[in-house]
């Protein structure tokens, strides 16, 4: 109940910060490439349980429905502001409207795509899918994208066994640290 109150809250500050660099990015998308500002994605949140999560899209609409790491040439695939807004993070902005619904966390591992067996698998093993998904994780300021799947799910289990807000708040300042130097993005 206190990490849910510590969500909205932390959601209410967030939508004052970033609301106006949210419709300027919806802009942005919405001018340089085809198709919707919104990508709805398949992802595996809590208990295994599938929800649709926004993001800004920030690649072409027809780009397969995989991991990006799982592309052959993933920047062949990328919109013209979408480089810019995976390295900043600004893609991320709309999940504040899946921790709005409960779907997310700002802090958990981060919500596997539908097809991702490998991922779920190893996670449903270490009891991690009993965690609601977050924005940010002990795993994205401990590597993110440079993390093999068993070494992120190492990091996942390390939160379900030390969860606090403490930890929380830890992430969260880690997670801006990482995002000003674009730290562990890797496409």
Request: include cysteine; hydrophobic fraction near 45%.
């Amino acid at each position: 109940m206190i990490k849910r109150i510590f969500d909205l809250a932390l959601c209410i500050i967030a939508f004052a910060i970033f609301g106006i660099p949210l419709l300027l990015v919806y802009a942005a998308v919405k001018l340089t490439s085809k198709g919707p500002a919104l990508h709805w994605s398949k992802r595996v949140g809590r208990d295994n349980k599938i929800f649709l999560m926004p993001k800004f899209r920030s690649m072409m609409v027809d780009t397969p429905q995989v991991a990006t790491h799982l592309l052959a040439d993933p920047k062949k695939y990328l919109t013209p502001i979408g480089g810019l807004i995976r390295k900043t993070s600004l893609d991320e902005l709309p999940q504040l409207l899946s921790v709005l619904t409960g779907d997310m966390s700002f802090v958990g591992p981060r919500p596997a795509l539908f097809n991702q067996d490998d991922l779920v698998a190893l996670r449903t093993q270490y009891g991690v899918e009993k965690l609601k998904p977050g924005i940010t994780g002990w795993a994205q300021v401990n590597g993110r994208d440079e993390l093999p799947i068993p070494v992120k799910v190492e990091f996942d289990k390390y939160y379900l066994d030390n969860k606090s807000i403490t930890l929380d708040i830890k992430i969260l300042f880690m997670t801006v640290l990482k995002v000003m130097r674009s730290d562990g993005v890797s496409h």
